[in-house]
């Protein structure tokens, strides 16, 4: 966001920084949510047949690679 922030201001745009923060906060919190609900849904809802498979879920979700990196040593297809 700071990057978007520093541009904008050296291309002489108008820009709201509060707005920005304020919309990176929010979206932020809300797919936060939406992620830990569906995570709980599926914690009650689905029989593991692994011992501790519950813990494995929570840790793969929280852990979870952003499948738009442009790191090319994790190649997700």
Do not use: C
Request: charge should be positive; avoid cysteine; hydrophobic fraction near 55%.
């Amino acid at each position: 966001m700071l990057t978007v922030v520093f541009v904008t201001a050296m291309l002489g745009s108008d820009l709201s920084v509060p707005t920005l923060l304020f919309q990176q906060v929010f979206f932020g919190v809300l797919f936060g949510v939406a992620i830990a609900y569906l995570t709980i849904f599926l914690v009650r809802r689905v029989k593991f047949t692994v011992s501790q498979g519950e813990t494995i879920l929570i840790f793969s979700v929280a852990l979870a690679p952003n499948r738009h990196d442009k790191n090319p040593q994790f190649n997700w297809g």
